[in-house]
């Protein structure tokens, strides 16, 4: 339900007033006026705009009337009107009449018809017709009514939809059907159902032939009783300082009366007040020069500073290219060197070789000599025990003997050959197990190596295993388990005001993917820039660096820290960015909304000369098979591997560590790892365990290969010995002894010369010996020293690419200071060519100066101020030459700013009187709720008796207040009595002070007496209900030309104090004697046409009442 919004003053508060663009808009075609001149206070929802009417009752065609927003009077003739009975028979009954009522209605009583109509009403609401079909011009199949309703302001129904105005559009048939059409302000339909009508009607809170004291409304009028009070209060308020303001008019207009003797002091001031102004526009000119200089001054030494960082920058990226030649001369030293010394390894890896050779070569002629001088030694010593065994030996019988020795050295060389046999056959197997024991111990290694990478990779899955479900709950545990302990730290020291700019960090979690595919290519492009942090100078720096100190043990790596002024605007790099239309660079394939972020990385990192190519092949064609992208550094694939010009660096890892985002999957594949690798660990450790066993048992059977292979060697020795001695045991015969002599003489000989021979080979073979240990020596160094200088080239060149990285930043950050100098340069020179501007100025002002004041003068106002005293001046001066002399004018406008004063102070007054009633009603209301609270508990429906009771009786309050008030206009007296209970109204009035008799009856007063205190008693009605407009017919028919001047005036009072409302008022007078107001609109109405004479009324059905709703 719509609030109340009758104010009693001129400036409420809580009325709907019109922005300034929409006065310039109000009522176009005929409105104009009322917004010219002055700003008035007019309703911005629910009047009526305009209405037309198409074949409705007797017009062909009406209107369109376009009504103004507040007083409108619809003036014309009357229609005639005469009741004839003619009778009508039909075929079954003869006896049957039916009632015509002949009438010729002028167009007054056809507007607030097609109001009713046109807005939804029954037919029979409009006292007009029992059936819509009836309102159908004669001879005509249907019939239109368009009615356009305001639709403004902070209150309009669906703004968006409908605009500034509602036009409802309804058709009615000749079969008595009607159809809605609601349109927007730009005329496109909105909705054609009924249900839409009605919910615009209700948000208006349009109703016709409303119960006058409103009662389905006081529960809700009740829940706004105290937000009354209070705006009722922010009224007075506003009431008083309106109070104010009007008294502080009236001192002016008394001032402004006894102001005309000083025009002449007046005229003087304002001349001394032209003199300081002159100055002080020379004074403010020469406080923007001071201004100007000192900025100046500020830029010049910016400059010089600016050059000195950027001489700094030169030094560091002179430093930068010198360490980066002086690696790159190591490197070159180094590769000359390794390459140098390659072919002497060769020549010396030869040389070892042969001499290796001629060691066994010459070791295999001493073992071979070493065999035969022991043969012959024991050749010796058979011979000589022969010789002795001769000598004593004289037994010549010993045949027997004889073949029984020759039977046993068969034998024994028989038992000897199986035996060598034997010995063959261990000899293989002892080989074979060697040689499978060599090769499970191979295995054995090799799988060993396998399983601790497989641990070290597990141990570490485990742990990224561990981060990333941390990282669950909190993403920033990616980046380390004491990021979000640090990151608390920092945001207290920033609050303390520890920083001067809180620092921002780890940039990995200020960075955001565009295309997740490139996670490990962006990684491993970035590494630990990624967990790095920011600070705007070394001050912050080092408290940042003290907060560290707290979270990472001593000896613990640290997140880096990056020390680089905070900027809000990211580097323009568009002039040396790489470029390549089918692969984005690090800089664009990032989504970063923190500048400082992205700064920071195109400075440490240059990601903008970075292009990521997922392709390996294709990374290499662009890179090396063809010239690289133009400003183009290096690229990254998707597997994280790094593309230069001319080398190709593979990337360790496999998975992106802290820019995944689906960090489920990442688990899910992870423990899928841990798993594998665990059942890796477990299949290798049985693989282990088997081939231990093999290697076991294998080195079992080859010890007893091995024992039983020496009992083989010893058993032949044994029965080889065994049969020479056999052989040299012969018969006791006469044997020449002499000739033994002599062949044990020549054995002697050959061992001598054997033994010499030997000597001779052992001193070749430690000379050998002795030279093959020096060449292998010296193999063995050559090969260590190139071996060191492998090892010192792998440092030097991840220091080469670290050196390569340096000179690229400092060259970018040499880059950024001369654009930042050129930028600065630019606008230092803007600065001097404005200073010289202000120079020419200051004396161009000056010269004026000194013609309007030759002498300088000091002031302590500034311009605008002088300015402004200066204008006011003349404006009193100008108002009072305007008023010289007619002091009768300036009384009579004191006189009036006076009784507006008062007026305004009574109504003030009235309000206060009207909280304190209010008051005491809701205190009344407030006792008697405390007496019926037992009573609700018990009974508690009859609890909204008692509110609806208090509720109408506040409405009957104001009611009669009201029409005590307008009655007394013509110094009547009267009295309303509402009897709730019997839901009846009895009106009272007695016309004129003099007669102190009883109230009269309403039936006793005569015809002007009775329409007047009717206009008092709907204006009452008026004063309490809610409705955007309202509409009267013909109220002033029976009265005088008092009577209707008093009404009249008293309903043009009420509208001027409700200007929010639009009043409609029909009436055949001429309306020649109203004022001129902007107002009140008149609408003159033609007289009617006199073709339909006939509308047909009839008792209308219920079915038919229905039919209509």
């Given at each position: 339900?719509?609030?109340?919004?009758?104010e009693?003053?001129?400036?409420?508060?809580?009325?709907?007033?019109?922005?300034?663009?929409?006065?310039?808009?109000?009522?176009?075609?005929?409105?104009?006026d009322?917004?010219?001149?002055?700003?008035?206070?007019?309703?911005?929802?629910?009047i009526?705009e305009?209405?037309?009417?198409?074949?409705?009752?007797?017009?062909s065609?009406?209107?369109?009337?376009?009504?103004?927003?507040?007083?409108?009077?619809?003036?014309?003739?009357?229609?005639?009107w005469?009741a004839?009975?003619?009778s009508?028979?039909?075929?079954?009954?003869?006896?049957?009449?039916?009632?015509?009522?002949?009438?010729?209605p002028?167009?007054?009583?056809?507007?607030?018809?097609a109001?009713?109509?046109?807005?939804?009403?029954?037919?029979?609401?409009?006292?007009?017709g029992?059936?819509?079909k009836?309102?159908?011009?004669?001879g005509?199949?249907?019939?239109?009514?368009?009615?356009?309703?305001?639709?403004?302001?902070?209150?309009?129904?669906?703004?968006?939809?409908?605009?500034?105005?509602?036009?409802?559009?309804?058709?009615?048939?000749i079969?008595?059907?009607?159809s809605?059409?609601?349109?927007?302000?730009?005329?496109?339909?909105?909705?054609t159902?009924?249900?839409?009508?009605?919910a615009?009607?209700?948000h208006?809170?349009?109703?016709f032939?409303?119960?006058?004291?409103?009662?389905?409304?006081?529960?809700?009028?009740?829940?706004?009783?105290?937000?009354?009070k209070?705006?009722?209060?922010?009224?007075?308020?506003?009431?008083?300082e309106?109070?104010?303001?009007?008294?502080?008019?009236c001192?002016?207009?008394?001032?402004?009366?006894?102001?005309?003797?000083?025009?002449?002091?007046?005229?003087?001031?304002?001349?001394?007040?032209?003199?300081?102004m002159?100055?002080?526009?020379?004074?403010?000119?020469?406080?923007?020069?001071?201004?100007?200089?000192?900025?100046?001054?500020?830029?010049?030494?910016?400059?010089?500073r600016?050059?000195?960082?950027?001489?700094?920058?030169?030094?560091?990226?002179?430093?930068?290219?010198?360490k980066?030649?002086?690696?790159?001369?190591k490197?070159?030293?180094?590769?000359?060197?390794?390459?140098?010394?390659?072919?002497?390894?060769?020549?010396?890896?030869?040389?070892?070789?042969?001499?290796?050779?001629?060691?066994?070569?010459?070791?295999?002629?001493?073992?071979r000599?070493?065999?035969?001088?022991k043969?012959?030694?024991?050749?010796?010593?058979?011979?000589?025990?022969r010789?002795?065994?001769?000598?004593?030996?004289?037994?010549?019988?010993?045949?027997?003997?004889?073949?029984?020795r020759?039977?046993?050295?068969s034998?024994?060389?028989?038992?000897?050959?199986?035996?060598?046999?034997?010995e063959?056959?261990?000899?293989?197997?002892?080989?074979?197990?060697?040689?499978?024991?060599?090769?499970?111990?191979?295995?054995?290694?090799?799988?060993?190596?396998?399983?601790?990478?497989?641990?070290?990779?597990?141990?570490?899955?485990?742990?990224?295993?561990?981060?990333?479900?941390d990282?669950k709950?909190?993403?920033?545990?990616?980046?380390?388990?004491?990021?979000?302990a640090?990151?608390?730290?920092?945001?207290?020291?920033?609050?303390?005001?520890?920083?001067?700019?809180?620092?921002?960090?780890?940039?990995?979690?200020?960075?955001?993917?565009?295309?997740?595919?490139?996670?490990?290519?962006?990684?491993?492009?970035?590494?630990?820039?990624?967990?790095?942090?920011?600070?705007?100078?070394?001050?912050?720096?080092?408290v940042?660096?003290?907060l560290?100190?707290?979270f990472?043990?001593?000896?613990?790596?640290?997140?880096?820290?990056?020390?680089?002024?905070?900027?809000?605007?990211?580097?323009?790099?568009?002039?040396?960015?790489?470029?390549?239309?089918?692969?984005?660079?690090?800089?664009?394939a990032?989504?970063i909304?923190?500048a400082?972020?992205?700064?920071?990385?195109?400075?440490?990192?240059?990601?903008?000369?970075?292009?990521?190519i997922k392709n390996?092949?294709?990374a290499?064609a662009?890179?090396?098979?063809?010239?690289?992208?133009?400003?183009?550094?290096?690229?990254?694939?998707?597997?994280?591997?790094?593309?230069?010009?001319?080398r190709?660096?593979?990337?360790?890892?496999?998975?992106?560590?802290?820019?995944?985002?689906?960090?489920?999957?990442?688990?899910?594949d992870?423990?899928?790892?841990v798993?594998?690798?665990?059942?890796?660990?477990?299949?290798?450790?049985q693989?282990?365990?088997?081939?231990?066993?093999?290697?076991k048992?294998?080195?079992?059977l080859?010890?007893?290969?091995?024992?039983?292979?020496?009992?083989l060697?010893?058993?032949?020795?044994?029965?080889?010995?065994?049969?020479r001695?056999?052989?040299?045991?012969?018969?006791?015969?006469?044997?020449?002894?002499?000739?033994?002599?002599?062949?044990?003489q020549?054995?002697?000989?050959?061992?001598?010369?054997?033994?010499?021979?030997m000597?001779?080979?052992?001193?070749?073979m430690?000379?050998?010996?002795?030279?093959?240990?020096?060449?292998?020596?010296?193999y063995?160094?050559?090969k260590?020293?190139?071996?060191?200088?492998?090892?010192?080239?792998?440092?030097?060149?991840?220091?080469?690419n670290?050196?390569?990285?340096?000179?690229?930043?400092q060259?970018?950050?040499?880059?950024?200071?001369?654009?930042?100098?050129k930028?600065?340069?630019?606008?230092?020179?803007?600065?001097?060519r404005?200073?010289?501007?202000?120079?020419?100025?200051?004396?161009?002002?000056?010269?004026?100066?000194?013609?309007?004041?030759?002498?300088?003068?000091?002031?302590?106002?500034?311009?605008?101020?002088?300015?402004?005293?200066?204008?006011r001046?003349?404006?009193?001066?100008?108002?009072?030459?305007?008023s010289?002399?007619d002091?009768?004018?300036?009384?009579?406008?004191?006189?009036e700013?006076?009784?507006?004063y008062?007026?305004?102070?009574?109504?003030?007054?009235?309000?206060?009187?009207?909280?304190?009633?209010?008051?005491?009603?809701?205190?009344?209301?407030?006792?008697?709720?405390?007496?019926?609270?037992?009573?609700?508990?018990?009974?508690?429906?009859?609890?909204y008796?008692?509110?609806?009771?208090f509720?109408?009786?506040?409405?009957?309050?104001?009611?009669?207040?009201?029409?005590?008030?307008?009655?007394s206009?013509?110094a009547?007296?009267?009295?309303?009595?509402?009897?709730?209970?019997?839901?009846?109204?009895?009106?009272?009035?007695?016309?004129?002070?003099?007669?102190?008799?009883?109230?009269?009856?309403?039936?006793?007063?005569?015809?002007?007496?009775?329409?007047?205190?009717?206009?008092?008693?709907?204006?009452s009605?008026?004063?309490?209900a809610?409705?955007?407009?309202?509409?009267?017919?013909?109220?002033?028919?029976?009265?005088?030309?008092?009577?209707?001047?008093?009404?009249?005036?008293?309903?043009?009072?009420?509208?001027?104090?409700?200007?929010?409302?639009?009043?409609?008022?029909?009436?055949?007078?001429?309306?020649?004697s109203?004022?001129?107001?902007?107002?009140?609109?008149i609408?003159?109405?033609?007289?009617?046409e006199?073709?339909?004479?006939?509308?047909?009324?009839?008792?209308?059905?219920?079915?038919?009442?229905?039919?209509?709703?």
């Amino acid at each position: 339900m719509a609030k109340r919004k009758e104010e009693n003053f001129s400036s409420p508060k809580n009325a709907k007033r019109p922005r300034q663009e929409e006065l310039e808009d109000f009522d176009k075609d005929g409105d104009e006026d009322e917004c010219k001149g002055t700003t008035l206070t007019a309703a911005e929802v629910g009047i009526i705009e305009s209405i037309h009417l198409k074949n409705f009752m007797c017009h062909s065609m009406l209107g369109p009337f376009k009504f103004g927003s507040n007083v409108n009077f619809v003036v014309g003739n009357n229609g005639s009107w005469s009741a004839v009975v003619r009778s009508r028979l039909n075929a079954t009954s003869a006896s049957q009449v039916q009632a015509i009522l002949l009438f010729q209605p002028c167009g007054k009583s056809a507007v607030l018809t097609a109001l009713i109509v046109g807005l939804g009403g029954r037919a029979v609401a409009t006292n007009r017709g029992s059936s819509l079909k009836g309102f159908v011009k004669d001879g005509q199949n249907s019939a239109d009514i368009s009615i356009t309703l305001r639709n403004r302001g902070d209150d309009a129904f669906k703004a968006s939809v409908y605009g500034n105005s509602i036009l409802i559009q309804q058709h009615i048939s000749i079969d008595g059907s009607r159809s809605y059409k609601l349109k927007s302000a730009t005329g496109s339909v909105v909705s054609t159902r009924k249900e839409e009508l009605i919910a615009i009607l209700d948000h208006f809170n349009i109703q016709f032939f409303m119960k006058a004291t409103q009662l389905e409304q006081m529960k809700e009028d009740y829940s706004y009783i105290m937000e009354t009070k209070e705006r009722t209060k922010e009224q007075i308020h506003q009431g008083e300082e309106r109070l104010t303001e009007l008294k502080r008019q009236c001192v002016e207009k008394e001032e402004r009366f006894q102001s005309i003797a000083g025009l002449s002091t007046m005229k003087t001031n304002l001349e001394s007040l032209k003199h300081e102004m002159a100055w002080a526009v020379v004074n403010e000119i020469e406080k923007q020069l001071n201004a100007i200089r000192d900025n100046i001054k500020i830029g010049e030494d910016r400059a010089a500073r600016l050059d000195r960082k950027m001489e700094e920058q030169q030094v560091r990226l002179n430093e930068a290219e010198q360490k980066y030649k002086d690696i790159q001369d190591k490197l070159e030293k180094i590769s000359e060197e390794t390459n140098a010394r390659a072919p002497e390894c060769m020549a010396l890896k030869a040389d070892v070789v042969a001499k290796k050779r001629a060691y066994n070569e010459a070791e295999v002629l001493y073992n071979r000599s070493l065999n035969e001088y022991k043969a012959l030694k024991k050749d010796d010593e058979q011979l000589c025990k022969r010789i002795e065994e001769l000598k004593k030996s004289t037994d010549q019988s010993l045949e027997p003997e004889r073949l029984e020795r020759q039977k046993k050295i068969s034998w024994l060389k028989e038992r000897v050959k199986a035996f060598q046999n034997q010995e063959n056959s261990v000899n293989q197997e002892i080989e074979q197990f060697q040689q499978a024991i060599e090769k499970d111990k191979e295995e054995h290694g090799k799988i060993k190596r396998e399983e601790l990478d497989v641990k070290h990779a597990l141990s570490y899955n485990q742990r990224q295993l561990k981060e990333l479900k941390d990282s669950k709950t909190d993403r920033l545990k990616r980046f380390g388990p004491n990021v979000p302990a640090l990151l608390e730290a920092i945001d207290d020291a920033y609050r303390q005001g520890h920083f001067t700019y809180k620092p921002v960090g780890p940039l990995g979690a200020c960075i955001h993917l565009r295309d997740p595919e490139l996670a490990l290519a962006i990684e491993s492009c970035l590494k630990g820039l990624l967990q790095a942090y920011c600070c705007h100078n070394h001050a912050d720096e080092r408290v940042l660096q003290a907060l560290m100190k707290r979270f990472y043990l001593p000896g613990t790596s640290r997140p880096p820290i990056i020390v680089s002024e905070f900027r809000n605007e990211i580097y323009d790099v568009r002039h040396r960015a790489a470029y390549h239309p089918d692969f984005p660079t690090v800089l664009t394939a990032l989504e970063i909304d923190n500048a400082v972020v992205a700064n920071s990385l195109i400075d440490m990192r240059g990601i903008e000369t970075v292009l990521l190519i997922k392709n390996n092949s294709v990374a290499r064609a662009v890179m090396q098979s063809q010239k690289p992208p133009k400003n183009c550094r290096e690229a990254f694939t998707a597997d994280g591997d790094q593309v230069f010009a001319g080398r190709y660096y593979s990337s360790e890892n496999t998975r992106p560590k802290f820019l995944s985002r689906d960090v489920d999957s990442e688990i899910s594949d992870l423990e899928n790892e841990v798993e594998n690798k665990t059942a890796q660990i477990l299949n290798l450790q049985q693989h282990l365990s088997a081939l231990e066993k093999d290697i076991k048992h294998n080195e079992e059977l080859l010890k007893r290969c091995q024992l039983h292979y020496k009992e083989l060697k010893m058993k032949i020795r044994k029965n080889i010995s065994e049969i020479r001695e056999l052989e040299n045991i012969e018969e006791h015969q006469s044997v020449d002894i002499a000739t033994l002599e002599d062949e044990a003489q020549e054995n002697k000989s050959k061992m001598k010369m054997v033994e010499e021979h030997m000597e001779q080979q052992k001193e070749n073979m430690e000379h050998l010996k002795s030279l093959k240990i020096e060449a292998e020596n010296k193999y063995d160094a050559i090969k260590f020293k190139i071996n060191q200088l492998s090892e010192l080239a792998d440092p030097l060149k991840d220091e080469l690419n670290l050196a390569d990285s340096e000179v690229d930043n400092q060259k970018r950050g040499k880059r950024h200071y001369e654009e930042k100098q050129k930028e600065h340069l630019d606008t230092l020179n803007k600065k001097k060519r404005e200073l010289d501007m202000k120079e020419k100025e200051l004396e161009e002002k000056m010269s004026q100066a000194r013609q309007i004041c030759p002498e300088r003068i000091e002031v302590e106002k500034s311009a605008s101020i002088l300015d402004k005293e200066i204008n006011r001046l003349r404006q009193k001066i100008q108002a009072e030459h305007a008023s010289h002399g007619d002091r009768e004018e300036i009384m009579r406008q004191y006189q009036e700013a006076r009784e507006t004063y008062l007026d305004l102070d009574s109504k003030v007054r009235t309000l206060k009187k009207f909280i304190k009633l209010l008051g005491e009603i809701m205190e009344h209301r407030f006792k008697t709720y405390q007496q019926f609270r037992s009573f609700r508990q018990k009974n508690k429906p009859n609890l909204y008796y008692y509110i609806n009771l208090f509720q109408m009786q506040c409405l009957t309050l104001r009611c009669k207040l009201y029409f005590d008030n307008l009655l007394s206009q013509r110094a009547y007296c009267g009295k309303m009595n509402f009897d709730h209970k019997n839901e009846t109204l009895s009106i009272s009035v007695q016309p004129g002070e003099g007669n102190k008799a009883a109230f009269s009856d309403m039936r006793a007063l005569s015809g002007g007496e009775r329409s007047f205190s009717t206009v008092c008693f709907i204006l009452s009605l008026w004063s309490i209900a809610e409705s955007p407009f309202r509409c009267l017919d013909e109220f002033d028919v029976y009265m005088d030309m008092v009577n209707r001047r008093i009404a009249m005036d008293l309903i043009l009072k009420m509208a001027d104090s409700q200007r929010f409302r639009q009043f409609i008022l029909l009436t055949p007078q001429s309306m020649s004697s109203l004022p001129s107001s902007k107002l009140i609109r008149i609408l003159r109405m033609s007289d009617p046409e006199r073709g339909q004479t006939t509308l047909p009324f009839r008792p209308v059905t219920q079915e038919e009442d229905d039919d209509q709703r």
